[in-house]
């Protein structure tokens, strides 16, 4: 489990666009905020990835960078990119569960034909421009994600008051 205030694990990624992305070459002016999500198969993951494209602006405004990443296969996670109306949002794939692990992650067996064999279930990553975790909230289950505009408070008291990272005892 990676504790806030710690270095991130390097992150690199092929996205839907067929370009690369790298946590390492990020240069956000406050943050990087990745989402980890289950995958086409995921209801709650379209309805959240839908909510994150229409905030897009709000969080560029705060100076933080977007990726959404899964790990789906290239083919499933350009289905959905299109299936869901996502243009613009940086969409990877092909995660491994093994680098899921690495970023505490939890790894589900699909128990229906709609999932994969295996899949990553949804975390949210606030990074800070030292490339360190800064906040984490990380689910075994689809449901009890945070909200976006709860996210977005939270950037903004950040911000606003200088509040440190918390959770590194």
Same mark, same amino acid.
């Given at each position: 489990m990676i504790k806030p205030r710690e270095k991130a694990p390097e992150l690199k990624i092929n996205l839907v666009n067929d370009t690369k992305w790298s946590l390492s070459e990020q240069n956000p002016e406050n943050f990087t905020l990745i989402i980890f999500y289950r995958g086409l198969h995921c209801p709650v993951c379209k309805k959240q990835l839908e909510q994150l494209k229409k905030k897009m602006n709000d969080f560029t405004e705060r100076g933080v960078n977007l990726i959404s990443i899964s790990a789906d296969s290239e083919e499933r996670a350009k289905k959905a990119y299109k299936e869901w109306d996502l243009e613009s949002l940086p969409?990877? @794939?092909? #995660?491994?569960?093994?680098?899921?692990? +690495?970023?505490?992650? #939890?790894?589900s067996k699909g128990i229906?034909? +709609?999932? !994969?064999?295996?899949f990553l279930e949804p975390g949210l @990553?606030?990074?800070? +421009?030292?490339? +360190?975790?800064?906040w984490q909230s990380i689910q075994s289950m689809p449901f009890? &994600? !945070?909200? @976006? &505009?709860?996210?977005?408070?939270?950037i903004d008291y950040i911000l606003k008051e200088g509040y440190p990272a918390r959770g590194e005892a």
């Open positions: 969409i990877g @794939f092909e #995660f491994s569960i093994e680098e899921g692990r +690495k970023w505490g992650l #939890f790894v229906s034909d +709609k999932e !994969p064999d295996t @990553f606030l990074i800070d +421009k030292d490339q +360190k975790v800064y009890g &994600r !945070p909200e @976006f &505009r709860d996210v977005l408070n939270g």
